[in-house]
C-alpha cells in the first residue's frame, strides 16, 4: 500500500483546513472575528474595490483605513479580552456592520442591488451576529452571586445606561454614515410644463452632473435646487413666468457623479459649477443668474452666493444648519443639540473625508449687495426654523426679505399658500434681474 507523505511546510490536505475553520467558526471568537472581516471586506469595497462614479480610492483615505483599521484591530484583541469587553466590541462593531447594510437597503429600495451593495448585505448579516454574540456574551457572564434584590435593578440600570448612550451616541453616528453613503438614486419624470433640454457640466474637482434646462423667455435664469425632484414645483412657477430654470443632481445623486452628502458641505461647489455652465451659453445673461433652494439647498445657495458674486439674487427656503458650528451659533441652541450635532459632524467628517463648511451665520453678510430672500414655515422641523433665519436675515446687508409662512411643513410654503408664495418669489426675482431691463 502507497503512503502518501506531505512534506515540511506543504499545505496541509484540504480536509484538515475544512476542519479547522469549522472548529473556529464554532468558538465565540472564531465566529467574532468571520464577522468583523466580513464588516471590514465592506469598508474596503466601498472606499477602494468599488469607489463611486468620478471618485477614487484616493479620496477615500479616511473613511476607509481608519474603519478598517479599528476591524482589524478589534479582530486581533477580541479573544485576549474580558467577556464584558468583548460584549462591548460585539456591540460596537455590529452597529458599524449594520451601518454598512443600511447602505445597501437603502439603494435596493429605489433602483436594485449594484456594486458594493452585495457586500454591504454581508456586512448587514455580519453586523446582526455580531450583536447576537454579544447578547450572549453578556448572558453567560453576568453575575448570579449578588442578592436578587440589587441584581436585577442593576441589570434594569445597565440596559437604561446603554440605551441612553446608544441614543446620544449611536444615532448621530449612523445619521453620519447614511448621509454621505446615501443619496436619491432615481430621475424623476420631466413635469416642467415647457421643453427641456438635457444637459451636463463638471464641476472644480472633475465630477459630472447631469441635469435639465429650459431656455429663459425674459431674459433671466433661476437655478432650482437641490435636485430634479423636489424644486419642480417651483420650476413650473418660474417657468409660467418667462424665467429660464436649470435642475440637476448634485453629486451623488441621480445620474450625477459623486458621493452623495446630506448635509451638503460640497454643495457649493455643484453651484459654483452650474453658474459657470449657465454663464458660458449664449442664451443666457450672466447679469441675470438667480438661485432658490430648498432646505440644505437654501443652505448651499446662501454659501454660493456669499463665495461668488455670479448669483445676483437669492431664495433660501427651510434651511437652519448643517454642522455643529451652525448649532453653536444658532440663537438658543442647547448642549444636548450641540452634543448632537458635534457627535454627527466627526461621523460626517470621517465617512465623507471632508471637514465642515463656515456658519451659515458668518456667509450671510457676505451676500449683500445681492438680493437674498429668507423663507421659513413657521413650524417647520418642529420651530427650529424660525431663530435661525431671523438671525441669518439680522446678518445679512440690504437688500433683503424675510417671511415666515404661518401654517404648512418645511419648505411646503409653496403648498401652504400657493398665490402668496408666486407673489412674493416671482416678484423678488423680478425686482432683482428684471428691473434694469
Known amino acids: ?25 464554532r468558538t465565540e471568537a472564531g ?80 433602483s436594485g442591488l449594484s456594486g458594493d451593495d452585495y457586500t454591504g448585505l454581508l456586512s448587514l448579516a455580519a453586523g446582526l451576529v455580531l450583536l447576537g454574540i454579544g447578547a450572549v456574551t453578556l448572558w453567560r457572564s453576568r453575575r448570579t452571586d449578588d442578592h436578587p434584590a440589587w441584581r436585577y435593578p442593576r441589570r434594569l440600570l445597565l440596559a437604561a445606561g446603554s440605551l441612553a448612550l446608544a441614543f446620544v451616541f449611536a444615532l448621530p453616528i449612523a445619521v453620519g454614515y447614511f448621509f454621505t453613503h446615501v443619496g436619491r438614486a432615481d430621475v424623476p419624470p420631466a413635469k416642467l410644463g415647457a421643453v427641456h433640454e438635457d444637459v451636463s457640466f463638471e464641476t472644480s474637482d472633475g465630477l459630472t452632473l ?13 437655478i432650482s435646487f437641490p435636485g430634479r425632484k423636489g424644486p419642480q414645483k417651483h420650476a413650473r412657477m418660474l417657468i409660467r413666468h418667462g424665467y429660464g430654470v436649470l435642475l440637476f443632481d448634485r453629486r451623488g445623486e441621480g445620474e450625477s457623479d459623486g458621493d452623495p452628502h446630506g448635509y451638503g ?12 455652465f449657465l454663464q458660458q451659453r449664449s442664451d443666457v445673461d450672466p447679469e441675470r443668474i438667480g438661485g432658490i433652494g430648498l432646505s440644505v439647498g437654501g ?67 457676505r451676500i449683500a449687495p445681492r438680493s437674498v430672500f429668507f423663507i421659513y414655515a413657521k413650524h417647520g422641523q418642529g420651530g427650529s426654523e424660525t431663530k435661525p433665519n431671523r438671525s441669518f436675515y439680522a446678518k445679512a446687508g440690504q437688500p433683503k426679505q424675510i417671511w415666515e409662512v404661518p401654517e404648512g411643513d418645511h419648505t411646503r410654503g409653496i403648498d401652504a399658500r400657493p398665490k402668496e408664495y408666486e407673489r412674493r418669489v416671482v416678484g423678488f426675482f423680478d425686482r432683482a434681474l428684471l428691473k434694469a431691463r
Do not use: C
Not at 1 to 23: D, F, I, Y
Not at 319 to 337: F, L, Q, Y
Open 210 to 222: 447631469k441635469g435639465w434646462f429650459v431656455p429663459s423667455r425674459n431674459g433671466a435664469t433661476v
Open 31 to 110: 465566529l467574532a472575528r468571520v464577522a468583523l472581516g466580513a464588516v471590514a471586506l465592506h469598508m474596503v469595497d466601498d472606499a477602494f474595490l468599488q469607489p463611486n462614479p468620478g471618485t477614487s480610492p484616493a479620496d477615500h483615505l479616511a473613511s476607509g483605513l481608519i474603519p478598517t483599521g479599528l476591524l482589524v484591530l478589534a479582530a486581533w484583541a477580541y479573544p485576549r479580552l474580558r467577556a464584558g469587553m468583548r460584549a462591548t466590541l460585539a456591540f460596537l462593531f455590529g452597529f458599524v456592520g449594520l451601518l454598512g447594510g443600511s447602505e445597501a437597503l437603502g439603494y435596493a429600495a429605489q
Open 1 to 25: 500500500m502507497n503512503t502518501v507523505v506531505h512534506p515540511a511546510g506543504a499545505a496541509e490536505p484540504r480536509t484538515t483546513l475544512v476542519a479547522r475553520v469549522g472548529g473556529a467558526l
Open 299 to 365: 443652505e448651499m445657495m446662501i454659501q454660493a452666493a456669499a463665495e461668488s458674486t455670479a448669483f445676483k439674487a437669492i431664495v433660501s427656503e427651510g434651511g437652519s444648519g448643517r454642522s455643529v458650528r451652525d448649532t453653536i451659533a444658532n440663537p438658543g441652541s442647547g448642549w444636548d443639540e450641540v452634543l448632537s450635532m458635534g457627535i454627527a459632524g466627526l461621523s460626517t467628517a470621517l465617512f465623507s473625508n471632508d471637514t465642515p463648511p463656515p456658519a451659515l451665520e458668518s456667509l450671510a453678510p
Open 265 to 276: 458641505w460640497t454643495g457649493a461647489r455643484d453651484l459654483h459649477a452650474a453658474v459657470r
